[in-house]
């Protein structure tokens, strides 16, 4: 059974740095895209980051230049960067690894909570 663990999210001040990271247990053929969401409470799940299999990444346009999505292919991990965080942006993250070919599959992790104080 695979499962995602995320780590990294907490508590922070405004303007503050945090880094998540996302690594699958169990072995997993290689991901061709993985990508970090976030959901506020009441809100619907929006997607924060995107990185592809040969390295092109996809931002919101309201994190472009703060935040930086990473990964690293030997361990199937995938990494955000967030810098000057926010209040608006305490959310539980998530991610999320999917690949496209056989054999196919799509891995959300469970979430970690990142709350920005003011």
């Known amino acids: 059974q695979v499962r995602l663990e995320e780590s990294g999210g907490g508590l922070v001040q405004a303007g503050g740095s945090l880094r998540l990271s996302c690594a699958a247990s169990?072995?997993?053929?290689?991901?061709?895209?993985a990508g970090w969401y976030r959901q506020a409470t009441g809100r619907q799940r929006e997607l924060v980051a995107i990185i592809t299999g040969g390295g092109s990444t996809d931002y919101a346009g309201s994190v472009k230049g703060r935040f930086t999505i990473s990964r690293e292919n030997t361990k199937n991990a995938v990494f955000l960067q967030m810098n000057s965080l926010l209040p608006e942006e305490t959310a539980v993250y998530y991610c999320?690894?999917?690949?496209?070919?056989?054999?196919?599959?799509?891995?959300w992790g469970q979430g970690t909570q990142v709350t920005v104080s003011s």
């Open positions: 999320d690894l999917k690949r496209t070919s056989s054999p196919a599959y799509d891995y």
């Open positions: 169990g072995f997993v053929f290689g991901f061709n895209v």
